[in-house]
């Protein structure tokens, strides 16, 4: 399988090589995207030569402290491209204070990890300032993340540009709640050019990370307001998944000699200030999401939908069985489409010198 490399520069084509040689087909594809977004392999190797280094090995050590950190990237990047494009729109702070920023509204009020890519920023202005843009760093740290969490390396073309807006309004369209049925799941990702089973294979992501109880108590006691468990789940996983959030199993932060809590930068947004009891989806990047997905056991709603369409059903049953390289090879694909969705380049939108704030001249 396709290990992280340090040589990040000539390395990403060499591994991507690696990784698919099994498919030409994927090479095609990142050229003609390349061709399409204006994206670069290597897009810093010579403004900020060690630009993608530093967002690696900061990640390990974000990840050492608190190893949460690559499901909150993953995340973000997927609710920051799905809302017009991989743009770092989705980091910025409402100046007015008039709750109109994009993490201000529902779909992204859970989000957390905002104040990992403040940390990775200020050691790239250190090192090039005004050079690498957050939307660049939000999607290197996630494929990075990925990788130390067991998960495939996807080669990754740089040149993003920072949006200057955030869009409040769009969130509520853009982002899938976890009570949607198939039908709008397979919706909203075909809007944003996704086939059936590349959708499949993006909601791996799901290998990783934690799901707050409120969510899974909504499911087992009021799902949709009816006041009643969600009814497509079996009596045993009902009795299970209460008792998973019954017996409330805190996440809790990081060392005080943390990179995070050194951090100045620190924010506090709403979403963060509310820790609350999780129940972990998954530590390693593995198969036990489908597994899980397959035998009825999708800790969202929106998950075990995925066994209700004959095409979506047919990919979780493929991702689940064998070795792990159907799901890897889809996987590295998908989210090099997610990470190129919309992208702002060239004289587009700005870098960002401070992640949250759009930059006044
Ligand atoms: C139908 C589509 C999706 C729905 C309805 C959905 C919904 C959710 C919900 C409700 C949570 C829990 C949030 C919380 O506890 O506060 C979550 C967590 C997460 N989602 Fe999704 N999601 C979807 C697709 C995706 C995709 C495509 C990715 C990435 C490629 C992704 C990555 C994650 C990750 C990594 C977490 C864990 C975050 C953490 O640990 O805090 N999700 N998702």
């Not at 396709?2 to 690696?18: D, I, N, P, R, Y």
């Not at 989705?90 to 779909?107: F, M, R, V, Y």
């Not at 979403?271 to 998954?282: E, F, H, T, V, Y």
């Not at 064998?322 to 997610?338: E, H, P, T, Y």
Request: hydrophobic share 35%.
């Amino acid at each position: 399988m396709c290990h992280l490399t340090e040589s990040f520069t000539l390395g990403v084509l060499m591994v991507a090589v690696f990784c698919v040689s099994k498919t030409m087909d994927q090479s095609v594809s990142l050229q003609k995207t390349r061709k399409s977004t204006n994206l670069q392999y290597g897009f810093y190797r010579k403004k900020c030569e060690k630009a993608e280094h530093i967002v690696l090995s900061t990640m390990r050590k974000l990840t050492s402290e608190n190893s949460e950190t690559p499901a909150l990237l993953l995340r973000l990047v997927f609710h920051d491209c799905f809302i017009r494009g991989c743009d770092a729109s989705i980091l910025l702070k409402d100046p007015t204070n008039a709750g109109q920023s994009e993490t201000e509204a529902t779909p992204n009020l859970t989000l957390k990890g905002l104040e990992m890519i403040d940390i990775i920023k200020q050691k790239l202005e250190n090192e090039c300032p005004g050079t690498v843009s957050c939307a660049d760093i939000l999607v290197l740290a996630a494929r990075d993340g990925i990788t130390l969490m067991g998960g495939p390396f996807y080669p990754l073309l740089t040149g993003r540009r920072d949006s200057t807006e955030s869009f409040y309004g769009d969130s509520f369209q853009g982002i899938p709640s976890s009570e949607d049925e198939i039908r709008n799941i397979v919706g909203i990702f075909k809007r944003k050019g996704f086939s059936k089973r590349e959708t499949v294979a993006l909601l791996g992501g799901h290998s990783i990370g934690s799901i707050n109880c409120s969510i899974i108590q909504h499911r087992v006691e009021n799902f949709r307001g009816t006041g009643k468990p969600d009814d497509t789940l079996d009596d045993d996983w009902l009795k299970q998944l209460t008792s998973k959030c019954n017996n409330k199993q805190r996440h809790s932060s990081q060392s005080s000699s943390s990179l995070l809590e050194k951090s100045k930068n620190n924010r506090k947004t709403k979403s963060n200030q509310k820790l609350s009891s999780s129940i972990p989806m998954g530590i390693m990047f593995d198969l036990h999401y489908f597994q899980d997905v397959l035998r009825g056991r999708g800790l969202l709603f929106s998950d075990q939908q995925l066994m209700k369409d004959p095409t979506t059903a047919d990919a979780v049953r493929n991702y689940a069985s064998g070795d792990g390289s159907d799901f890897r090879i889809d996987f590295i694909q998908v989210m090099a489409k997610l990470s190129n969705l919309g992208v702002l380049t060239g004289s587009q939108g700005q870098v960002r010198i401070n992640c949250s704030k759009v930059n006044r001249t």
